[in-house]
T-cell receptor, first 113, second 106 residues
Framework: DADVTQTPRNRITKTGKRIMLECSQTKGHDRMYWYRQDPGLGLRLIYYSFDVKDINKGEISDGYSVSRQAQAKFSLSLESAIPNQTALYFC????????????FGPGTRLTVL | RKEVEQDPGPFNVPEGATVAFNCTYSNSASQSFFWYRQDCRKEPKLLMSVYSSGNEDGRFTAQLNRASQYISLLIRDSKLSDSATYLCVVNREGIFGAGTRLFVKA
């Protein structure tokens, strides 16, 4: 089984709908991250969490919210989806030191019509 | 200025060539640096960390230049399988560059 899983893997929705993307990990890592990837723009950080009680905004948090329900779970919500939120979304985890690599989930492809 | 910048490429090189990518960062207090590889529509995976003294892993060499605030990745004897996008990452907050695309051709 994969260490970092994301659900759903693909989602098509309409403008104005509320969407939740979920991320789970079995690696026991404290740090979790949400990124979006758009062609030519690389990965942009939306939110990150260094432990269950710690939530931080990233580069592009507007229009998004997150919930760290447990060490293993980090959810990303789009309260009212808009077409320019169409992107590939990645969740990642890392251990508790700055030198540790990030492990990524397989990604969620979201299309907002 | 973006916090982390990379030349998007693409770099088109023949098999066996040596190719180098740079990545500049704006925060002089940055402490940790990484290179990741991403294949088309797949998740990024760690290629190598970048240490202050420079480090090598087979055909890959990573270097850090703190004075000029950039990191570099050198790939020697390029293989077809090296074709991918190479992303640099700075710091624990995980700030990614936009990536450099590499195509290695026979």
């Amino acid at each position: 089984d994969a260490d970092v899983t994301q659900t759903p893997r693909n989602r098509i929705t309409k403008t104005g709908k509320r969407i939740m993307l979920e991320c789970s990990q079995t690696k026991g890592h404290d740090r979790m991250y949400w990124y979006r990837q758009d062609p030519g723009l690389g990965l942009r950080l939306i939110y990150y969490s260094f432990d269950v009680k710690d939530i931080n905004k990233g580069e592009i948090s507007d229009g998004y919210s997150v919930s760290r329900q447990a060490q293993a779970k980090f959810s990303l919500s789009l309260e009212s989806a808009i077409p320019n939120q169409t992107a590939l979304y990645f969740c990642a985890t890392a251990e508790g030191t700055s030198a540790d690599e990030q492990f990524f989930g397989p990604g969620t492809r979201l299309t907002v019509l | 200025r973006k916090e982390v910048e990379q030349d998007p490429g693409p770099f088109n090189v023949p098999e066996g060539a040596t190719v180098a990518f740079n990545c500049t960062y704006s925060n002089s207090a940055s402490q940790s640096f990484f290179w990741y590889r991403q294949d088309c529509r797949k998740e990024p995976k760690l290629l190598m960390s970048v240490y202050s003294s420079g480090n090598e892993d087979g055909r890959f060499t990573a270097q850090l230049n703190r004075a000029s605030q950039y990191i570099s990745l050198l790939i020697r004897d390029s293989k077809l399988s090296d074709s991918a996008t190479y992303l640099c990452v700075v710091n624990r907050e995980g700030i990614f560059g936009a990536g450099t695309r590499l195509f290695v051709k026979a």
